[in-house]
């Protein structure tokens, strides 16, 4: 049975919660890194709206990054027991936090691709791989298997050759459409990762959206 939120579920605000690294989901009352945990606050006109940066003013809700966690929540009116007040809580809410870590990732991969750290198409892929130059491999979600097993079966066959004891991280959380979004160019279907900053915030952010869809599970990388 879902618990009761408490007043204290609520953080102060993101000025004043700088250093913390745990919260409790208000769900599965479990406390767990905020990396695994969506934030939520109550806009100006009553509105129960996603804050996937952390940075929104007012005091927030937390819930395990879990579509069945987030569904739980507005099924059990989480929201106004938690905010202690009448909230409005879109019926889409579940499906829009989704599109907005869909629209994250496609930001963070576009950044990536700006400074030089994604390379498109199955030729500049595969090479970056066999040059031991790609940090992740992405291929589209909607993509043909044919392309994805051959891109694979090179993953897991350098990862044998160098004696790694985990291959490389793929990536198929965007479709097509959004990885030609992300990069600025049509038909994309694979892609790799190089070493820097942006691919790592893209990765960050590739992993969280997988686990909502999943579950909320860690994903290896």
Known sequence: M???ADPADLDDGPRTNKSATTRMCVVTREVRPIGDLIRFVV???GEVIVDLKRKLPGRGLWISAS???VAEAVRRHQFSKGFKRDVHVSASLVE???QLMVRSAIDALAVAAKAGQVVAG???AEDA???HQAVALLHAADGAADGIRKLDATVAKIAAQSGRTQEIPVVTTLTSAELDLALGRANV???ALLAGPASKTFL???QILVRYQDGGQRQGS
């Open 2 to 4: 879902l618990a009761i």
């Open 129 to 131: 791989l066999l040059r």
């Open 122 to 124: 199955f030729a500049k």
């Open 43 to 45: 806009s100006p006109s």
């Open 204 to 206: 960050q952010r590739s």
């Open 96 to 98: 829009k936090t989704r």
């Open 67 to 69: 579509h069945a966690a």
């Open 189 to 191: 279907i694979h892609a």
